[in-house]
């Protein structure tokens, strides 16, 4: 029997309720993440001679046709994850780390020669850590769903000379999240000082309720 306040309910509203909903699931399955993800660790299985680990990879993971034609554009955020999780369930602990590290610092590589402009480049390297590195910060903020597709990132002061990244929902989360990590390093390094370390001390991956990374600059 429906309740009377059921019974009330205009129909504008019914309608409003279901379109939401089926926006809200087309949303939940149409996260993207930048190509970098999967295409710079297509580089780093090939500078590491790893052709035959490279296939097993990216077939298990079901993305067997980028070995063809890498993406060109954003690709949905689980393509990568089932990536980054095939390539630790099928390599060596140090193999999979390494190839993950090498693929973070080549995607900050990519990113600072290819998506922040060659002024705001000179301007950060010449600023003094201490300004640069927030700026930095909240740039990255701005552009996390090319790295973390449907998280939400939150950067925040930690101490002096320390910032955190936040990462909640991080779809690309691996056990100590090495890609992550080496993409903020060489970020950081390259543009906010070359001091600079990024450590990870709590992880989604290994039970955490986020992935909280810190910056020492
Ligand atoms: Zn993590």
């Not at 089926?22 to 939940?28: C, D, H, K, P, S």
């Amino acid at each position: 029997m429906p309740s009377c306040a059921q019974a009330a309910t205009p129909p504008e509203a019914v309608i409003y309720e279901a379109v939401t909903r089926e926006a809200e699931t087309q949303e939940i399955g149409a996260h993207r993440v930048g190509p970098n993800s999967v295409t710079q660790l297509i580089a780093a299985l090939d500078a590491a001679g790893e052709e035959r680990l490279k296939a097993r990879v990216f077939h298990s993971a079901g993305c067997g046709r980028y070995l063809d034609a890498p993406p060109t554009e954003m690709v949905p955020e689980q393509e990568p994850a089932f990536l980054h999780r095939a390539l630790i369930d099928l390599a060596a602990p140090e193999t999979a780390a390494a190839i993950a590290i090498d693929a973070g610092h080549r995607t900050g590589a990519y990113v600072i020669a290819n998506r922040i402009p060659a002024p705001a480049r000179a301007i950060l390297k010449l600023l003094p850590a201490r300004v640069a590195a927030p700026m930095l910060a909240k740039a990255i903020a701005r552009h996390a769903w090319t790295f973390c597709g449907s998280g939400a990132v939150a950067v925040r002061d930690a101490g002096p000379r320390t910032l955190e990244i936040r990462i909640d929902g991080n779809a690309l989360a691996t056990p100590g999240c090495p890609w992550h990590g080496a993409v903020f390093e060489t970020l950081f390094r390259r543009l906010a000082g070359a001091r600079a370390r990024v450590s990870h001390p709590e992880c989604m991956a290994r039970g955490d309720a986020a992935c909280r990374f810190e910056v020492r600059y």
